[in-house]
T-cell receptor, first 113, second 110 residues
Framework: GAGVSQTPSNKVTEKGKYVELRCDPI?????LYWYRQSLGQGPEFLIY????????DSGLPNDRFFAVRPEGSVSTLKIQRTERGDSAVYLC???????????FGPGTRLTVL | KQEVTQIPAALSVPEGENLVLNCSFT??????LQWFRQDPGKGLTSLLL?????REQTSGRLNASLDKSSGRSTLYIAASQPGDSATYLC?????????FGSGTRLLVRP
């Protein structure tokens, strides 16, 4: 079956611009997670959704970052006033429910010039 | 705060060797632990998930063990192949969010 998909695969933007990153989870998975991975490091947790609501957004670095999941399926990570330090690979994962195996998408590589 | 350490950071072995990757974590209050592989420029592929009540999990040539009380997990790869070359990441699940180490970069030489 189809896995987690993310679009775009690559995004290059200029400092100060707004970007949106999209995640399509595995059908039927209620839990959705966003992580960020910098070069040479393991992924870091950003935010977690159970259904439509953000159950834990403690990993978002600041208020320029925001994520939504309005219908409990697709999620969008939004970054305002991008900075060069936001450059990273943004990974999305989904799981059937809490504490189940998490399946990751291929990621979106964000480059802020 | 959960911290995860993976040793070694990098490993280069000839094809056919059996090898062990180590993972340690500071907070033993975990629900499960996942092992992943990541190929360069790609996302993460889940290899194994061990529930906190389990001691071991096996999939093909891979065997992962978990000692929750001591904060350790190991991934054993039998009869390594060049196709096993990748970065291996362990991630304990602390309150549903995965906490990752920096991984072990494995190179299996033909």
């Amino acid at each position: 079956g189809a896995g987690v998909s993310q679009t775009p695969s690559n995004k290059v933007t200029e400092k100060g611009k707004y970007v949106e990153l999209r995640c399509d989870p595995i059908s039927g998975h209620t839990a959705l997670y966003w992580y960020r991975q910098s070069l040479g490091q393991g992924p870091e947790f950003l935010i977690y959704f159970q259904g439509t609501g953000a159950a834990d957004d403690s990993g978002l670095p600041n208020d320029r970052f925001f994520a939504v999941r309005p219908e409990g399926s697709v999620s969008t990570l939004k970054i305002q006033r991008t900075e060069r330090g936001d450059s990273a690979v943004y990974l999305c994962a989904s799981s059937l429910d809490l504490y189940n195996e998490q399946f990751f998408g291929p990621g979106t590589r964000l480059t802020v010039l | 705060k959960q911290e995860v350490t993976q040793i070694p950071a990098a490993l280069s072995v000839p094809e056919g060797e059996n090898l062990v990757l180590n993972c340690s974590f500071t907070d033993s209050a975990i629900y499960n632990l996942q092992w992943f592989r990541q190929d360069p420029g790609k996302g993460l592929t889940s290899l194994l998930l061990i529930q906190s009540s389990q001691r071991e999990q096996t999939s093909g040539r891979l065997n992962a063990s978990l000692d929750k009380s001591s904060g350790r997990s190991t991934l054993y790869i039998a009869a390594s192949q060049p196709g096993d070359s990748a970065t291996y990441l362990c991630a304990p699940d602390s309150s549903y969010k995965l906490i990752f180490g920096s991984g072990t970069r494995l190179l299996v030489r033909p």
